[in-house]
């Protein structure tokens, strides 16, 4: 109490003396409290801002080649996005993109939960399974494609090999046009688990554990323990998984580059390996800067809903 | 995009020292004699070896320093727009000849008449063709190559087929030829999504007529339903469509293609392979009048515009060298490929009959670029996509290639 009444008195000292002095001390203030944000402003502003308004300026410009050697990029308005739009492949690659999005990021939120519940239960070897449950995430991305090139093989592919066994025709995973999607959205699914075990599995830690045992004496086991103690308590865990998993799947050009390419037919063709085809095959780089605009926008839609989510959170 | 201009900038500054450091190494050791930074793909041997001995010897016949940047071949193009954008080119580039004249185009690359360097008398008209951007000489292949018509002789005695000349030929030995019980193919040839996958119909095109510019055409149709009948024969695999050149090779090699569209560059692989017996044929035509088409292949060596008037002249000195048909010979040694000039080639083909059919279709050869230029991607892309549209069923060759040609302008 003491320290407080001093620090009042000398508050009331600066006050009754000269404004002058005061107001300097307040620029200060004011200054400091800039400082200590400032390389927070200028770290996005030149590793995030300035690429952005680049993109953007460059999607405004007919950016070819020749702009790399002579820096003339002749302006032509929103000519880029007519083309984007007007290109039957749009509508495939949004829709590609969405399934793709969508069926990654189901399979491996559900997975990876499951995985994270049955960890929590210590068992023998458990910290040791868990940390090989990471493997994928250690490996090379380009290592594991063509690894999951050959086990995807139609003729020579371990997977055809081993449901031969089974007498099953030997399936078309990479090649047909219907399946091609599904087979890279399984791939994507055993590259993301890592991540969404871990994140979860680190908020079930911190769920505390005399809740499960006052639950249990009213009688809430198992799903209903899961219902109203696990799944309320790392609420803010899941959505921090579900957002940033999105936005990561939303990028994913390794993967499908390494697999399919994009084919067969442009039928694992999403927006961001169209970009990447338009800017670096096809030195189309105005085009290029368009589509991934265009994703930019999608995933700038999701950190808002994501911030949103939060912010309930923190008001609750 | 502007990350990668720093890194040019950091590579940029890289070279810079290295190549300084270069300049002080030599010029304590042979007084003022310059150093040309040659830039080129090849990053494996025995290529990488042998063209780092070819430059060497020329080098010695200009009196100048050779000093070698290998760039892995995906990564040249956008290594070679890094070094534009921060003025760090090399003196001699190596680029695949259809980026010829998206690079001249750019302005980075000097006309090669600047320094009195023409094409040597009688190399192949597609090369200058396909150096030459807007009436210039840009760049010069001492050696090309094409693809032609594989076929494993054993296979093709047993079956009592002789190699095909016409695509009926062709389409009736694929099929004798197949077994499935064995998983033998007939025919193997790479439909894949990328320009590859282009570069290998171009001859069924080609021969029979169609062109680029529009290829919703009758001709190019008719191209386009030989490949999609192939495949429904049984006497091509579905998988084409995911094979690149070299996984069509691989697939030759173990004895479960009888036939394939590939390239001389392969000899060294077919020749290691003990037992394999094989030989090549000319890509065959629809009809027996017509003649083949295949799309010209090879790298040409061009000099950037660098700013350094003296080093400028001197490159274009060893780009005449690297030229020569004596060279030239000596480069077909190293790489398997072609000497650019007949004579040269016919010299070569003598010696060397694996190639002979390659030194047959590299006369009619065509330039990718000789009629598109720089727009030339966009057809390659509009190309394999109506292939690959009707090889996967999506669409009939004919709206495979009508709904590509609306994207090839």
Same mark, same amino acid.
Not at chain 1, 280 to 283: K, S
Not at chain 2, 236 to 239: D, G, P, T
């Given at each position: 109490m003491t320290s407080v009444d001093v620090g009042l008195e000398k508050e009331v000292a600066h006050t009754s003396r000269g404004g002058g002095r005061r107001r300097r001390r307040r620029l200060g203030d004011y200054l400091t409290r800039w400082l200590f944000v400032a390389p927070a402003i200028v770290f996005v502003l030149v590793f995030f801002g300035y690429p952005i308004v680049q993109n953007v300026v460059m999607s405004l410009q007919d950016y070819t080649t020749a702009t790399f050697y002579t820096g003339i990029a002749p302006w032509v308005g929103f000519e880029n996005y007519a083309k984007v739009f007007g290109n039957p492949l749009f509508v495939t690659t949004l829709v590609n993109t969405l399934l793709f999005t969508v069926g990654s990021i189901v399979f491996q939120f559900g997975i990876g939960m499951g995985l994270a519940l049955f960890f929590?239960?210590? +068992?023998?070897?458990s910290g040791f399974l868990r940390s090989l449950l990471l493997l994928p995430w250690l490996l090379p991305l380009i290592a594991s494609a063509a690894v999951w090139k050959w086990i995807l093989? *139609?003729? $020579?592919?371990a997977l055809n090999q081993f449901l031969g066994l089974f007498?099953? *025709?030997?399936?078309p995973w990479l090649v047909s046009p219907s399946l091609a999607l599904i087979a890279v959205i399984g791939v994507n699914i055993w590259l993301g688990i890592p991540f969404n075990t871990t994140i979860l599995y680190s908020g079930l830690q911190a769920v505390p554990e005399e809740l499960y045992e006052a639950a249990a004496l009213d009688g809430a086991v198992g799903w209903k323990a899961f219902w109203h103690i696990t799944w309320p308590s790392i609420r803010s865990v899941v959505s921090v998984v579900i957002v940033l998993g999105v936005v990561l799947t939303l990028k994913v050009v390794d993967i499908i580059l390494g697999l399919t390419g994009g084919g067969p037919?442009? $039928?694992? *063709?999403?927006l961001a390996t169209w970009a990447y085809q338009n800017s +670096?095959? *096809? +030195?189309l780089f105005g085009q290029g800067a368009a589509i991934s605009n265009v994703l930019i926008v999608i995933s700038l839609l999701f950190a808002v809903v994501y911030l949103y989510i939060n912010r309930k959170g923190a008001d609750e | 995009m502007k990350k990668s201009r720093i890194l040019a900038a950091v590579a940029g500054a890289m070279m810079v020292s290295l190549s300084l450091a270069a300049c002080s190494g030599s010029g304590s050791s042979s007084g003022s004699k310059q150093t040309l930074t040659v830039e080129d793909y090849?990053?494996?041997n025995p290529s990488m070896s042998g063209y780092n001995n070819i430059y060497k010897q020329c080098g010695k016949q200009i009196g100048a320093n050779v000093k070698t940047v290998h760039i892995a071949g995906a990564s040249l193009i956008s290594k070679v727009l890094q070094q534009a954008s921060s003025k760090t080119l090399p003196d001699v580039l190596m680029l695949d000849n259809p980026d010829v004249q998206q690079i001249a185009a750019t302005g980075a690359l000097s006309p090669l008449k600047d320094f009195g360097v023409t094409a040597p008398k %009688?190399?192949?008209?597609a090369v200058i063709k396909a150096g030459t951007y807007k009436g210039e000489l840009y760049g010069l292949a001492p050696v090309i190559n094409s693809i032609a018509l594989y076929y494993n002789a054993d296979m093709l005695k047993a079956a009592g087929v002789t190699p095909p000349t016409t695509w009926a030929e062709l389409k009736a030995a694929a099929l004798k030829l197949t077994d499935k019980s064995k998983g033998v193919y007939g025919f193997a040839m790479s439909n894949i999504n990328t320009y590859e996958g282009t570069w290998q119909f171009l001859p069924f095109m080609w021969s029979n %007529? %169609?062109? #680029?510019?529009?290829?919703?055409t009758t001709a190019t149709e008719q191209a386009l339903q030989f490949d999609v009948d192939l495949q429904n024969d049984g006497s091509?695999?579905?998988?084409s469509v995911s094979w690149s050149q070299q996984d069509v090779n691989n697939q030759f090699v173990a004895g479960k293609a009888a036939m394939m569209i590939n390239g001389p560059w392969q000899l060294p692989v077919l020749n290691a392979k003990k037992g394999l017996n094989f030989d090549s044929v000319p890509i065959p035509t629809r009809t027996s009048s017509q003649k083949v088409v295949s799309p010209l292949g090879g790298e040409t060596f061009n000099v950037p515009r660098t700013g350094d008037k003296t080093k400028m002249a001197l490159a274009g000195k060893f780009v005449q060298c690297l030229n020569k048909p004596a060279t030239q010979l000596k480069i077909a040694k190293v790489s398997g490929n072609v000497p650019s000039q007949e004579a040269a080639a016919a010299t070569w083909a003598k010696s060397h009959p694996q190639v002979k059919s390659f030194v047959e279709t590299v006369k009619t050869a065509r330039a990718?670029?000789? #009629?598109? %230029?720089?727009?030339?991607p966009t057809a390659a892309t509009a190309i394999y996509t109506a292939v690959q549209n009707a090889l996967t069923g999506k669409a009939s060759p004919a709206d495979a290639l009508k709904q590509a040609q609306t994207q090839n302008k």
């Open positions: 929590k239960r210590h +068992f023998p070897l093989d *139609q003729g $020579s592919g007498g099953v *025709q030997p399936v037919a442009n $039928s694992t *063709q999403t +670096f095959v *096809q +030195f | 090849y990053t494996a %009688g190399d192949v008209p %007529g %169609g062109d #680029e510019k529009n290829i919703d091509m695999s579905k998988s990718r670029t000789a #009629e598109l %230029g720089p727009k030339w």
